[in-house]
């Protein structure tokens, strides 16, 4: 494809034209005939290694004018300025990969909370209904069955177009996205068109990123605004949604869903709500009204509130890609747990162990109360807190687990590059005293302990980490996965 080809309605006009092989925006990965996109990043700005790109052979250089100026005059390449560059590079990506979000439904989750089990359910629905559906979160981005890890929620921007090309010439059927924050805000998004957008919730997190809950749910909200966006659903139970809904009408179809009764402020907006539920130790059952007649669902592998709203979600999105609540209700009977969200170890003798990526005040009260009714005995707690990260929550964490559990072990999660024994202190603050805390800062020891504590009635949470198979400390990840630790010590 020539760079003019490429450069349609940006604005830049070329004198030379070359063809373009590749996309890339890191000066080290630079192949012969590649366009190099050059702009400040966090650490470093991508201008500065123009020289470097060029020698490696890149066939164009596009570079963010704003704020520095790039000598071109001795190029024999060309060098082109353009305002606002990283807007650009999706929609550049997708046309370099023929847009492929074109020709598949995309679906994208975004929310605080229940991204990750929200789009593995829905992939694993779709692959039971002979969907074949790629992923792209998390846990990894592949075809669902064969995730390969990936280094953020949503990959850049390039990346992006790059694995929705070839879901598209491996002939998916659909693709599902978490969509986090952090890509919203940095318009990493930009170039794909959803055929459907989702928002779970909204709670504190993020904020030494978004600086303010007005910013966070200001870049959520945004997944709405993108262009392509055909279908809107949302958790009707969450205050930010709520505030959304009357405006999100005016602007495209949308559909919400609740683990209430349906809401009289909305009579023009599908509503999926709960007629009756059940949880107890085999599982969850729910009669669920819907816009389409009343369905039955019933899973025995999950647990908790929170996960029938996750259900729900996952029923609105497959009703609307036009399966039959009689197919939806089979396939969500069979659904399992995500690794690291509300998995559950369950060894005769011995209490029952659920590890959960639970690391906000909200998330931790949501899995906390979902536990509740599964528990005959006394429910154990055991939590850090990252450093480098939102320092406010800290506090709030542990009045969370106090007022929720009945014993609390406090210990280290990822410390990175912060003093352990300093956030154990700030978390401690939050304490009052009227629960028993157990510190130890060894994460390995501390489930030991517990475990070793517990009762056979009794159930333990193990929050913080979840999927996760290292822990961070002082640059360095070491080897560390909480269900494995967990495994190891009910085997004994």
């Known amino acids: 494809m020539h760079l003019s080809q490429l450069l349609i309605g940006i604005g830049l006009s070329v004198t030379a034209d070359p063809i373009i092989k590749g996309l890339c925006q890191d000066s080290r990965q630079v192949k ?21 790109a060029i020698a490696k052979g890149a066939a164009a250089i596009l570079f963010e004018s704003e704020g520095n100026s790039v000598e071109r005059s001795s190029s024999f390449i060309p060098i082109l300025p353009l305002n606002h560059l990283t807007a650009q590079l999706g929609p550049i990506a997708a046309r370099f990969y023929d847009y492929p979000s074109r020709y598949l439904p995309v679906i994208g989750i975004t929310g605080t909370n229940g991204k990750t089990s929200c789009t593995h359910f829905l992939a694993d629905s779709l692959q039971q209904l002979q969907k074949p559906c790629g992923v792209i979160g998390t846990l990894g981005n592949g075809f669902y069955g064969d995730l390969k890890p990936g280094q953020l929620t949503t990959p850049d921007a390039i990346e992006l177009q790059q694995l929705l090309a070839n879901f598209r010439d491996k002939q998916a059927q659909a693709v599902v996205m978490e969509v986090s924050s952090h890509r919203l805000a ?7 068109e959803f055929s459907v957008a989702a928002f779970t919730n909204l709670t504190r997190d993020h904020l030494d990123y ?28 969450d205050p930010y949604a709520q505030l959304w809904l009357t405006e999100l009408a005016e602007q495209l179809p949308v559909y919400t869903y609740s683990l209430h009764k349906p809401q009289a402020a909305w009579p023009h907006i599908p509503q999926i709500t709960v007629k009756k539920f059940d ?50 209700s089979q396939v969500i009977s069979k659904l399992k747990g995500v690794k690291g969200r509300m998995q559950a170890f369950h060894v ?22 979902a536990l509740r009714p599964h528990c005959a005995g006394e429910l154990y707690c055991l939590f850090g807190c990252g450093g480098d990260r939102d320092k ?11 007022q929720e559990a009945d014993h609390i072990i406090l210990t280290n999660d990822n410390p990175r590059d912060e003093d352990p024994l300093q956030i154990l202190q700030a978390i401690q603050k939050g304490f009052t005293g009227k629960k028993s ?8 020891r501390a489930i030991a302990y517990t475990l070793a504590t517990a009762q056979p009635t009794d159930v333990v949470l193990v929050a913080g980490k979840g999927h996760e198979a290292y822990q961070l400390i002082n640059g360095i990840k070491y080897p560390f996965d909480d269900a494995i630790e967990v495994q190891r010590f009910l085997n004994q």
């Open 210 to 237: 978004h600086e303010s809950m007005s910013a966070y749910a200001q870049a959520k909200r945004s997944i709405f605004d993108l262009p392509g966006v055909q279908q809107a659903i949302l958790n009707a139970d």
């Open 32 to 52: 012969p005939g590649d366009l190099f996109f050059a702009y400040p990043g966090l650490d470093r700005d991508g201008r500065h290694f123009i020289p470097e």
């Open 279 to 328: 949880f107890n130790q085999q599982g969850l059952r729910a009669e669920i009204d819907t816009p389409w007649g009343e369905v039955f669902i019933e899973n025995r592998f999950l647990m908790g509130p929170f996960n029938l709203s996750n259900l729900l979600l996952v029923l609105t999105i497959l009703k609307n890609l036009h399966f039959s609540l009689a197919e939806i």
């Open 348 to 369: 005769p003798g011995k209490a029952l162990v659920v590890v959960d990526y639970a690391h906000t005040p909200d998330a931790l009260q949501q899995v906390l109360r």
């Open 186 to 192: 940095q318009q990493r998004l930009n170039g794909t």
């Open 437 to 444: 805390v157990y510190r130890e800062p060894d994460r390995q």
């Open 392 to 402: 406010g929550k800290r506090p709030l964490m542990a009045e969370i687990a106090e």
